[in-house]
């Protein structure tokens, strides 16, 4: 062979046949790696979804399934995947919220106030409301709840039948001019008869069907006569729808409510 090795390449004459001789191979270590990586992966991938299976009952993947996407046919026989929502619909336009969580609500906007209480306060509070007569020398007394009929300490009382002649309060002076007639077609508020009253405030008035009296009781609540009826004499009387707010103003005897609450 004249010095040659069967490592090296080499050309070796014989029978006039020329030989050539490359080294081997190397060992395929590097590929058997990479198939023993890719089998414990998909080992690992089986072992960790059987756990999910485990902890959450099945209901996490067929929930993941039955929810995530909806499968629809395509005229050319494929198949096209329609995401679907994750929350139910609001029927009042608000956003959807995800299942299980409740969509945001508004409070719904509270009673609002009756039409002859523009503040809303317990100012104009009716305290009560109903039908009274008013005749002979018996006068109402509208603190009391309901009003009774007294011969002193009256808030106001009828003197004269024809025509119908309304005197105010049995404590004379300023308290006696607690009367006030209210002209204007709309029904006054708690605050607008006490404005009357505090500006216009009488001892007498002269009434008939119909005529509105905004009245001063001695414990400086506020009440609004409407004459329903008119009897001609002083036994018949009138008779008058009566409202009495609840609210005190200058009581008489220096406290709110007086001995009435």
């Known amino acids: 062979m004249g010095g040659n090795t069967f490592g090296d390449r080499a050309a070796v004459q014989g029978q006039g046949i020329q030989n050539f001789y490359y080294p081997p191979p190397p060992p395929r270590r590097r590929r058997t790696g990479l198939v023993v990586a890719g089998v414990l992966s998909v080992v690992l991938a089986a072992a960790g979804a059987l756990l ?11 929930g993941a399934r039955g929810e995530g996407a909806a499968t629809t046919s395509s005229p050319g026989g494929g198949q096209s995947v329609v995401p679907r929502s994750h929350g139910s619909p609001s029927p009042d336009g608000l956003p959807a919220a995800p299942d299980g969580l409740s969509s945001p609500r508004t409070s719904p906007p509270a009673d ?12 104009e509070r ?14 109402p007394q509208l603190d009391q709840e309901p009003p009774v009929k007294v011969q002193f300490m009256r808030d106001l009382w009828l003197v004269e039948a024809d025509p119908p002649v309304l005197h105010g309060s049995d404590m004379g002076g300023p308290y006696g001019s607690n009367l006030a ?25 002269v009434v008939g069907r119909g005529s509105v009296v905004c009245v001063r009781t001695l414990y400086g609540r506020t009440a609004v006569l409407t004459v329903e009826s008119v009897g001609g004499d002083a036994r018949t009387g009138i008779t008058v729808r009566a409202r009495v707010w609840s609210a005190t103003d200058n009581p008489l005897y220096g406290v709110p409510g007086g001995g009435f609450s």
Do not use: F
Request: net charge negative; glycine share 16%.
């Open 52 to 62: 999910v299976l485990k902890l959450t009952g099945g209901s996490g993947l067929a």
């Open 112 to 123: 609002s106030p009756p039409p002859d209480d523009p503040s809303g306060g317990a100012a």
């Open 181 to 205: 007639l209210w002209d204007r077609p709309e029904a006054p508020t708690r605050k607008e008869c006490a404005e009357r009253v505090s500006t216009q405030g009488v001892d007498e008035v």
């Open 126 to 139: 009716e305290r009560w409301s109903g039908t009274l007569r008013i005749g002979g020398a018996d006068g």
